[in-house]
């Protein structure tokens, strides 16, 4: 199992970036997924999560309203759309995948599969 993020980058504040994930080998239309961050120096915090059948999904505080997050099971890729990005947006972004559905958490010890992670600066 692979998770590939993609889409990061450097911005200014205020602007707006599309993180992708997607997921070979195996097919995780089954996965609830989530998307992590991890700025330096900080624990790594939940931010996004959208369960298997694509009917719930939850944020954390600091980014409800500005970012969204959609799964294309299809495709098998989760995406991240973020809006009105904040100097304390930037971090490294994980995607993860939780095999076990249902209901989706914002908490990393659910989720067995992680990828890279993709950077995002904020300036």
């Known amino acids: 199992v692979q998770l590939v993020e993609s889409g990061g980058g450097s911005v200014q504040a205020g602007q707006s970036l599309r993180l992708s994930c997607t997921a070979t080998f195996i097919e995780r239309e089954t996965d609830n997924l989530a998307w992590f961050r991890q700025a330096p120096g900080k624990e790594r915090e939940g931010i996004a999560c959208v369960s298997d059948k694509n009917d719930y999904d939850n944020y954390s505080g600091s980014v409800r309203g500005r970012f969204t997050i959609t799964r294309d099971n299809a495709k098998n890729a989760v995406y991240l759309e973020m809006n009105n990005l904040k100097s304390e947006d930037s971090a490294m972004y994980y995607c993860?995948?939780?095999?076990?559905?249902?209901?989706?958490?914002?908490?990393?010890?659910?989720?067995?599969?992680w990828g890279q992670g993709t950077q995002v600066t904020v300036s």
């Open positions: 993860a995948a939780d095999p076990g559905g249902g209901i989706c958490s914002l908490y990393a010890k659910w989720y067995s599969y």
